[in-house]
């Protein structure tokens, strides 16, 4: 039963990663939310640098989604686990950049929290 929600949840994160990095393509301003003040969402250079990101995130999401479907609880669960550095680094580039610590600790850190404990399910289902 524990395994068949963290897979679900899994499931689920990887679906929000895509989401999240392809609404970077079509909405650049949501990069505001990210947590870094003074986000210059109309910069040119920074929506090619805000791509770079949105084509990172999806491919995470992707992963996620092919670790779900073509591999095994335990590895999915591995993987869970390595991806969760990512919202971790995500946190610390908004607390070094002066950024709000809600953001850092309320989205990015408890993502990563979320991600250790879904990982962790996996790991002993």
Do not use: C
Request: hydrophobic share 60%; glycine share 14%; aromatic share 8%.
């Amino acid at each position: 039963m524990l395994s068949t929600i963290a897979t679900v949840l899994a499931g689920l994160i990887g679906a929000g990663v895509i989401f999240m990095g392809a609404s970077f393509f079509w909405a650049p301003q949501a990069a505001a939310g990210f947590g870094i003040p003074g986000t210059p969402t109309e910069d040119r250079t920074f929506q090619a640098w805000l791509s770079v990101k949105a084509v990172r995130d999806i491919g995470a999401g992707l992963l996620i989604l092919i670790a779900l479907v073509g591999g095994t609880t335990h590895l999915l669960g591995w993987f869970m686990l390595a991806a969760g550095v990512i919202p971790v680094g995500d946190a610390v580039v908004v607390l070094r950049s002066n950024g709000p610590k809600a953001t850092a600790y309320g989205v990015h850190a408890a993502t990563a929290a979320v991600m250790l404990v879904i990982g962790t399910l996996l790991l002993i289902a």
